[in-house]
């Protein structure tokens, strides 16, 4: 028994000549339009317009800490910050919301108990939800 062996484009076709072209383009577009979205996204979210970091914290007595926070504000940017006071057993024992000022800023939070941290929650601003 032979086998005749026949060429495939014979048996099923020859393919489209522009199937190849259309997928590069398409393949070209979908990864200018994915590396542009990346670009802007990597650029959005790296520069926000609040930024902020407990830089030191002290206990004073057994409902209160004093926490200095720096802030980085870009002009004319009204922020919202939070601040939370977390004792031994990592509950929150405190926490406080306040208006910041570019540079270091000075708060008192009221706690419940006696805290042994402080930890930032985050400022927020308009235009940026996620807190920095």
Known sequence: ?????????????????????????????????????????????????VRSDVVTFEVTDDHEVRARVDVEL?????????????AEDKTAVGELAFTPVDGVNEVVIRTERRATSVEKLGCTAPGQPRPR
């Open 74 to 86: 870009e002009d004319g940017v009204q922020a919202s910050c939070r601040v939370r006071a977390l």
């Open 1 to 49: 028994m032979t086998t005749d062996l026949t060429d495939l484009s014979d048996r099923y076709g020859a393919p489209a000549r522009w199937g190849r072209p259309v997928a590069i383009a398409l393949t070209v577009v979908l990864a200018v339009v994915g590396l542009t979205w990346l670009g802007w996204a990597a650029w959005f979210h790296g520069s926000p317009d």
